[in-house]
């Protein structure tokens, strides 16, 4: 782990989370088109994004839901505990295609990772990766790390996969690697995390703050 995150875990007295999200008819993994997804159950899945997580001073909250506004509850409870840290722990930087961002304020939504603020969310949003403009919107207002993950590569597959209408407002996609997918999606969520960090360093140093 660097030392840019390790001093965060330390000014924020422990560690530092991430939450993982999964969409509909995931919690059939193992079972479910395995010539596709593989034989790997999602449990499998997440306690591999667990144990990387670990090893680089996360903890990591899952949820599945075949429901929509589960998972728009669940990011709105994030951006809600992102938003009420002091110094916005995660930083403000704006995402490539993220220009219609806005505070969400605190919103109505059931909580998720219990006292836990999210720094970064992983979302396996499944076939509404291609449809749900409405966790498009959320995701827009959560200001940390957004990584968006797939087991498969949608861009090999049937037409109405080919589009993902969470791009515009996530930092970057994993997809096609199986199962590898999670644990390589925590690691790029803890280095762009890493990366904000050095990056709002070297702002306070040009701007002759703290060095």
Do not use: C
Not at 23 to 48: C, F, K, M, S
Not at 70 to 90: E, N, S
Not at 141 to 152: D, I
Not at 171 to 191: E, K, M, Q, S, T
């Amino acid at each position: 782990m660097s030392d840019a995150v390790d001093e965060k875990d330390r000014a924020a007295g422990g560690p530092r989370s991430m939450l993982l999200l999964s969409g509909p008819n995931l919690a059939a993994l193992g079972r479910r088109q395995p010539e596709v997804y593989g034989t790997a159950t999602l449990g499998e899945h997440v306690d591999a994004a667990r144990r990387q997580a670990a090893q680089l001073g996360y903890e990591l909250d899952h949820l599945q839901s075949n429901h929509e506004g589960d998972l728009i509850d669940a990011v709105q409870a994030a951006t809600g505990k992102l938003q009420a840290t002091t110094g916005d722990r995660a930083g403000s930087g704006d995402r490539a295609g993220s220009g219609d961002r806005a505070g969400s304020g605190d919103r109505a939504g059931s909580a998720n990772g219990g006292g836990q603020v999210p720094d970064a969310i992983i979302v396996n949003a499944g076939a509404l990766t291609h449809t749900s403009w409405a966790l498009h919107d959320a995701l827009a207002s959560f200001a940390g790390v957004v990584v968006e993950l797939h087991l498969s590569n949608p861009a090999a597959r049937e037409p109405f996969r080919h589009t993902s209408v969470l791009a515009p407002v996530v930092d970057g996609a994993i997809a096609g690697f199986g199962g590898l997918g999670y644990p390589l999606a925590v690691v790029a969520a803890h280095r762009l995390l890493e990366a904000r960090v050095l990056g709002a360093s070297g702002d306070d140093r040009r701007a002759g703050g703290p060095q």
